[in-house]
């Protein structure tokens, strides 16, 4: 969430960058500064009672020792008001703390400069394109065909197990993905990143730490017995580890990567855009998670671009990277680059990664922070990416190496699959 600091230091270009999210901050501002004002009237208030009872505390500790008993007893009484006057004021300090903070969790994170003005998808901005086209046939096939004509994915029996959007898969299907996923992973480790094996599902605290709530409530899955939450992303897991850390300076930069399952309810979802494993309930992601100093955060986005790129280029996947207008950003995000892969059988570009950086944002939730060199202790930059998600990278895999022979494998999978074409 936005700092204190930030909003009161110039309130007006908070109002203004946040409209290029499409969010009137105006209200929500000054809600914020008017709770504020009241907050330091409360705290100095607070700050004199406490100051008050120390004083008469001593005074009857004198008058006790000086055998003026009467005075003292006198005294007590006035102090016992006094305590209970202290009380009322520290809670309603409390209370508009607490207020404070409810406002600041439903106010987005700024957009950076960089990011363009904008409503929709359609004015995001194209940034690079690259890798082959593929030149399909008037006969080639969906990957939703494919699955079924090589028995790689049924999506029938993952309706019959727990509903639509919980494919299951089979033979070669499985092992290319497994093999995606080790592929991925051993990438990432290659460049850097820790692997973390995360759980699964998280508590509330987690998913607010790192924005999924209040924001997204409606698309998580959530056990209620326990009040616990799966997943959307390995990236609430793995960035929660630093939540409430204070993080040595030499120990930065942190680099993490995870595998999980994700589960995202999708609600809204319909219509041809959702068929196959175009959008899924529950789906396989190698995420990336860095945590930085402020100075480094933009130098490691372009980083982890480069690396997302990297593996479309290894899979022979034809791609391009899109620059987000600030309406179609997160709530959370500060900048978000997404990367789309063309999928020729259905002739459109399906997105395989966001990658993004949230500067102190997340870290503010979080209390992330790190000692500087001045011994002081500052706000964390947080970034994370899918690197990548898999069911449309297994969609465009499938649709664009089909042949009258198979599905050709990809030369960097093989060594996992242990086959270079389905047949």
């Not at 999506?155 to 089979?170: M, N, Q, S």
């Not at 204070?246 to 855009?273: H, T, V, W």
């Not at 997404?338 to 059988?345: K, L, T």
């Amino acid at each position: 969430m936005l700092t204190l600091q930030q909003i009161k230091a110039d309130p007006r270009y908070i109002i203004e960058r946040l409209a290029v999210k499409g969010f009137d901050a105006e209200k929500p501002i000054n809600r914020v500064l008017a709770l504020d004002d009241l907050r330091r009237g409360l705290q100095l208030r607070n700050d004199n009672a406490a100051a008050d009872l120390k004083r008469k505390a001593e005074a009857i500790g004198k008058a006790m020792k000086e055998g003026r008993r009467e005075e003292a007893e006198a005294a007590k009484e006035a102090v016992a008001v006094l305590k209970e006057e202290q009380k009322a004021i520290a809670e309603e300090l409390a209370r508009t703390e607490d207020s404070i903070r409810e406002e600041l969790l439903n106010i987005p994170n700024i957009p950076c400069q960089a990011v363009p003005e904008g409503r929709t998808a359609a004015d995001n901005v194209v940034e690079l394109t690259g890798g082959p086209m593929p030149e399909l046939g008037p006969d080639a096939l969906a990957h939703w065909d494919l699955a079924k004509k090589y028995n790689l994915i049924d999506f029938d029996l993952g309706v019959k197990i727990t509903g639509a959007g919980f494919p299951v898969y089979l033979g070669k299907g499985a092992k290319l993905q497994r093999a995606l996923i080790q592929f991925f992973l051993d990438e990432a480790s290659a460049a850097g990143y820790l692997e973390v094996q995360p759980p699964y599902v998280v508590n509330e605290a987690s998913g607010y730490g790192t924005g999924q709530l209040p924001d997204k409530e409606g698309q998580m899955y959530l056990a209620n017995l326990d009040k616990l939450y799966l997943i959307p992303t390995a990236e609430v897991p793995v960035t929660n580890l630093y939540r409430d850390v204070i993080i040595p300076s030499d120990k930065l930069p942190i680099k993490n990567c995870a595998y999980s399952a994700c589960f995202r309810r999708e609600a809204g979802s319909y219509g041809k855009d959702v068929r196959g494993l175009n959008r899924l309930h529950q789906f396989d992601k190698v995420e990336i998670v860095r945590i930085e100093k402020p100075e480094n955060s933009y130098a490691a986005l372009e980083e982890m671009k480069a690396h997302v790129q990297g593996l479309l280029e290894k899979l022979g996947l034809p791609w391009h990277i899109l620059r987000l207008c600030g309406g179609d950003m997160s709530f959370t995000s500060a900048i978000t680059f997404d990367f789309e892969v063309y999928s020729a059988a259905q002739g459109r570009w399906l997105e395989v990664s966001s990658v993004s950086n949230f500067e102190t944002y997340q870290a503010n939730r979080l209390k992330c922070r790190f000692r500087g060199d001045d011994k002081k202790t500052h706000l964390c930059h947080t970034l994370n990416g899918s690197a990548l998600a898999l069911p449309r990278i297994m969609a465009a895999l499938l649709e664009n190496n089909q042949t009258p022979e198979g599905i050709v494998v990809p030369e960097c999978l093989r060594k996992y699959t242990g086959f270079d074409i389905i047949d």
